[in-house]
């Protein structure tokens, strides 16, 4: 039973902190708004998890242990079905970035908490959180370029490198929320193309992705 407890308090620590990192951002967040929303002492944190750092790799990797599987496993899955034949850049972009909008739709994965969460640390990193996610990221990241190399032969892969990256920065602001948006803009977001619906953003950014993707190659002036 104590031992349930300790679970019990454990999530209930992660859960209030993915909220208030969500809300407010890392630095935003103090350890005393944790545990008010807990329910916790500042005790209970430190012997969970030892620090405010090392509660917030926590938060991230319980989830994305599953998401970085699950990318694994999608990938695993065409490949092996394409038999060794080029996939297709629409699968490998769906793959790595459809499936983390397809986990905001499960609450047991955090939902659209974390999604909001990740795009917001994206675009404004810590430095040791940018380190942890890099670390996290490795192995997938790397599979799906290897994919994108083989699926897009006639593209230099520094081309596909710096594509790659402008994906991941797309998609970091559009889960990141309105919120970023109206901060640049001056734009009237109805209730319909809020972030919150998922069954438009999904398409919307796919079809963004993709375009990117597949935009002809930059021509570059001979001295430069």
Not at 30 to 37: D, E, G, H, L
Not at 141 to 169: D, N, Q, S, T
Not at 185 to 212: K, N, V, Y
């Amino acid at each position: 039973m104590q031992e349930v407890r300790a679970v019990e308090t454990r999530d209930r620590i992660l859960d209030a902190a993915e909220m208030l990192f969500m809300e407010s951002g890392y630095e935003g967040t103090s350890m005393r708004m944790i545990t008010s929303a807990a329910g916790v002492n500042l005790a209970a944190v430190n012997y969970h998890f030892g620090s405010k750092e090392a509660l917030m790799q926590e938060v991230f990797r319980r989830r994305l242990d599953w998401l970085n599987a699950e990318r694994l496993r999608v990938l695993d899955a065409m490949e092996d079905k394409a038999e060794g034949k080029p996939l297709k850049p629409s699968q490998i972009v769906d793959g790595f970035f459809g499936t983390l909008l397809r986990m905001a739709q499960d609450e047991s994965r955090g939902g659209l908490t974390f999604l909001r969460l990740l795009g917001r640390t994206m675009t404004e990193p810590s430095e040791f959180i940018r380190a942890f996610l890099a670390s996290e990221y490795r192995e997938v990241v790397e599979r799906y370029k290897g994919a994108l190399f083989k699926a897009l032969p006639g593209v230099p892969k520094a081309e596909i490198v710096w594509r790659f990256h402008f994906m991941l920065g797309a998609t970091s602001y559009a889960i990141a929320g309105t919120d970023a948006l109206r901060l640049v803009t001056d734009w009237q977001i109805e209730d319909a193309d809020a972030i919150d619906r998922l069954d438009r953003l999904l398409p919307r950014l796919m079809s963004f992705l993709l375009g990117g993707l597949r935009a002809p190659l930059p021509q570059f002036s001979v001295n430069s």
